[in-house]
Each structure stands twice: as C-alpha cells, then as structure tokens.
C-alpha cells in the first residue's frame, strides 16, 4: 500500500525460552533491530510499537521518532559471560515479559496498547495522492 509502512509488529517466541536468560537476549536484540529498521522506512508515526511474546508471557517496545530511543532501556553487556559461559548479567530481564496475554490484566495492557497505535494513527495527517500520472502507465 503507497505510503504506508508498519506501526506495530509482533515477535513470537517459544515458551521454552522464559527462563533462558540468552534467549531472552537474542529476542531482545531482535526486536531491537527491527525498531530500527522500521524507523528508517518512510513512516509519519511519531513511536513505532513492538510486543515480543515468549508463550503467553509478552514484552512490550517503543521505540521514539523524536528522541530516538528505544524503551526498555537496553542494559550495558560488560563482561555478562563467565568462564563457565554462564550468563552474569541479565540482559533482557524476565520481568520485562510480565504480561500474560491470557489473564485480565494482560489482556487490558494489551488493548491498551492498541488504543494507543489508533489514537496515534487516527492523528496522523492525511496525504492526498495524484495517481493520474501512475494510471496512464498502468492503462
């Protein structure tokens, strides 16, 4: 669609990866990188919006046009691997996946959220198109 580019996207993850500290890191890390890429593309929207689901449990992104940071907050990695390969510092806490999309409360943050994405793109100026010199190309 001309003109339109992504506002929320979800990532989905396998509930084995809850308590696994660096798979967390690496679904973290993703969603990171896709606020990224997003934020390059040709978007009018002032936030970009990610929700990383590992199972049932969510966490929820934003990234910020304005200010161009992204929250949560990424936690600095100095020397997070032991000798052991144990991970030492948590770099995507597990707190961060709090929200269980099957419960209430999970359920309301989450529509939240969606009330949010509308009343940010119900805000967005409209933008008047001229096809007409697409469509003799296209007839």
């Keep these: 669609m001309l003109g339109q580019s992504a506002i929320l996207f979800v990532a989905t993850k396998p509930a ?36 990383c689901a590992i199972g049932r449990n969510v966490a929820f992104y934003k990234y910020d046009r304005e200010t161009g940071e992204i929250t949560p907050p990424k936690i600095p990695q100095p020397d997070s691997v032991d000798i052991d390969g144990e991970v030492t510092v948590d770099a995507a806490p597990i707190e961060w996946w709090s929200t269980n999309v099957m419960d209430e409360d999970g359920r309301a943050k989450f529509f939240e ?18 096809v007409s010199e697409f469509a003799e190309d296209i007839l």
């Design 113 to 130: 959220l969606a009330e949010e994405v509308n009343s940010m793109v119900n805000e967005l100026p409209t933008i008047e198109l001229d």
């Design 16 to 51: 084995k990866f809850f308590n696994m500290p660096n798979k967390r890191k690496v679904a973290d890390e993703e969603m990171r990188e896709r606020l990224r890429q997003l934020s390059l593309c040709s978007t009018r929207a002032p936030k970009l919006f990610g929700v």
